[in-house]
């Protein structure tokens, strides 16, 4: 029984990387881990002095989302893209990782 649990499993992996190279299929394995409090706030201030893009990954959201912050209120920010095609009011507690565009 073991062997064929074994086998079963190799199958289904040989199967599975096969299918991901032909359809050329990137899975997404990394795992950003929460950025603190302290580095988003200091990052946000950065990109609001200096203007320049980011990308931010959100906490429910497997998706990031790029483009230009601007501040609202104390912790609202509006994120838009770089072709104005997407405009997001930002939280900071939905944030969990920021990074440079």
């Known amino acids: ?3 064929k649990q074994s ?3 190799e199958i289904t992996r ?6 991901d190279r032909f ?15 302290f580095q988003i706030n200091y990052f946000i201030k950065q990109t ?3 203007g320049f893009p980011i990308t931010i990954e959100f906490n429910d959201q497997d998706e990031e989302q790029s483009g230009y912050l ?3 209120s ?3 920010y509006i994120l838009k893209s770089d072709d104005n095609r997407l405009t997001r009011i930002v939280r ?8 440079k565009y």
Do not use: C
């Open 1 to 3: 029984m073991q062997n």
């Open 74 to 76: 104390t912790n609202r």
């Open 14 to 19: 040989t199967f599975k990387n096969n299918y």
């Open 48 to 50: 609001l002095d200096e």
């Open 7 to 9: 086998y079963l499993s």
């Open 92 to 99: 900071i507690s939905e944030i969990k990782a920021i990074k």
């Open 70 to 72: 601007s501040k609202i």
């Open 23 to 37: 359809f050329e299929i990137v899975r997404n394995t990394r795992q950003i881990k929460q950025m603190s409090t």
